[in-house]
């Protein structure tokens, strides 16, 4: 299983970007994917994720409604449209193949394994 993150950059509060999760072979015939970011000394959090199955979508609340996650399947992408940036947004994001799991009204996604790539930096400033 190999994905790669690609598009991040620098850029203004209020400003957006467009990052891309590029798959190998059928994992996104086989697995949702998630994001996930990391802020310097902070622990990793999900973002957003997609299921394989229905395209179900899934937001983290701090991100709801200015980022939306979508897929290509013929392009063997997965894409984080992130709009109205904050600062608050800057961390490494990072995507990978995730379960999803519904408890209590509550959704939650999980990395399969530990295996994270490289990420993609995003910087917002104020």
């Known amino acids: 299983v190999q994905l790669v993150e690609s598009g991040g950059g620098l850029v203004q509060a209020g400003g957006s970007l467009r990052l891309s999760c590029g798959a190998s072979g059928s994992i996104l015939d086989d697995y949702a994917i998630g994001w996930f970011r990391q802020a310097p000394g902070k622990a990793r959090e999900g973002v957003s994720c997609?299921?394989?199955?229905?395209?179900?979508?899934y937001y983290a609340e701090s991100v709801k409604g200015r980022f939306t996650i979508s897929s290509d399947n013929a392009e063997n992408t997965v894409y984080l449209q992130m709009n109205k940036l904050k600062p608050e947004d800057t961390g490494v994001y990072y995507c990978a193949p995730v379960r999803i799991l519904i408890v209590g009204g509550r959704t939650t996604w999980h990395p399969i394994d530990q295996h994270w790539g490289q990420g993609t930096q995003v910087t917002v400033s104020s």
């Open positions: 997609i299921s394989h199955s229905d395209g179900s979508t």
